[in-house]
């Protein structure tokens, strides 16, 4: 069953309320997520199965569970690959001692992390060595996390939300930076630099922003829509940092009542009761043959009438990892292309 965050009020009007449906956009597959799934469709269809993936591609029980059926074995850690074979690592990125680890193993490593998390991973790197203190918002145990944290880990402390910033310590509060995993709430991460800088009146910003342009772009569209949403459904997995957000980012501004689903079976009926508008979006994993369900569950129920709320227009591409787009080119196979699942 989905996760719920808030309950619908409840009201003793009787009034019928007109059905609809609000659909944002832009939602689903961000070109970091679609970057990596479509690396491991691409590495089966050159090296043929099994192609072995350390942790979850991108956190979404449906496009790992189709890319299994497809031969794609997923492991926690690189001794579970056996020597000589090839290893996807994740678009959350990892710690530089897991290249190190894969290397000791004699596999050929294909690394599909998110550009936008390499380029945190950059800044960590660049701060560390000029001894700054880096403090690193984000989830605790989170892969995307645990691998910014391995690439300076004498120098990155966790700052996990605003409730956690009376716990930071720093050597010299003049040479403080902050960073920032990439899918978290703009708004929760701005209160949390709000706080630290209450303390460390030097700290520094990132160059650039490292909350990621999908992440951003998918909860400025909720944030649309929500204060005429009597329910918000959003598309996806627990385990996706960003999805869960767009939960809490909906009833924060004025949703009703917001829940997370993986499929459109998991919408219990009774959420319906008395609800009109029924936002609709999903996380930047999340396939949109998975919201396409959910329009259809909702449409058999009289919800027929779809409404885009539309706030952004995406185009960014990125370019597959280098590794396989050379041996691609090598067997004559295109180099380019877009997920089955998007």
Not at 16 to 31: D, E, H, I, N, S
Not at 72 to 82: K, L, M
Not at 143 to 160: F, M, N, R
Not at 331 to 337: L, N, P, S, V
């Amino acid at each position: 069953m989905g996760d719920v965050t808030a309950q619908p009020e409840t009201s003793g009007s009787t009034a019928v309320k007109t059905k609809r449906v609000l659909l944002a956009a832009p939602r689903g597959y961000c070109a970091g997520v679609d970057r990596a799934v479509v690396a491991v469709e691409k590495a089966l269809d050159l090296y043929g199965p099994p192609v072995y993936v350390r942790k979850e591609i991108v956190h979404n029980k449906h496009v790992v569970q189709t890319l299994q059926a497809r031969g794609a074995i997923f492991v926690d850690e690189t001794d579970e690959v056996p020597e000589g074979e090839t290893v996807i690592f994740s678009a959350h990125g990892v710690a530089p001692v897991v290249h190190q680890e894969a290397a000791a193993r004699q596999l050929k490593t294909i690394d599909a992390t998110c550009p936008l998390v390499t380029k945190v991973h950059h800044e960590a790197k660049r701060f560390a060595a000029t001894d700054y203190d880096i403090l690193l918002i984000g989830h605790e145990g989170h892969e995307e996390v645990i691998g910014t944290s391995g690439e300076a880990p004498e120098h990155i402390h966790l700052v996990d939300g605003p409730g956690d910033v009376p716990n930071v310590e720093v050597r010299d509060p003049e040479k403080v930076v902050w960073l920032s995993q990439t899918t978290l709430s703009v708004d929760e991460t701005m209160e949390t630099v709000r706080r630290l800088r209450e303390r460390f009146p030097s700290l520094q910003d990132p160059p650039s922003d490292d909350i990621c342009y999908a992440t951003q772009n998918r909860q400025a569209a909720v944030k649309k829509l929500a204060p005429d949403a009597d329910l918000m459904i959003v598309v996806g997995s627990r385990n996706s940092s960003n999805s869960v957000r767009l939960v809490e980012v909906a009833v924060e501004h004025g949703a009703k009542a917001g829940y997370l689903v993986d499929y459109a079976d998991e919408i219990d009926e009774t959420w319906l009761e008395g609800v009109g508008s029924v936002g609709v979006t999903s996380g930047a994993s999340v396939p949109e043959i998975l919201v396409r369900d959910v329009i259809d569950w909702l449409a058999a129920r009289g919800y027929a009438e779809v409404q885009e709320v539309t706030t952004a227009e995406e185009s960014l591409v990125f370019s597959l990892p280098r590794e396989l787009r050379t041996d691609l080119k090598a067997a004559g196979m295109a180099t380019t292309g877009t997920s089955d699942h998007a």
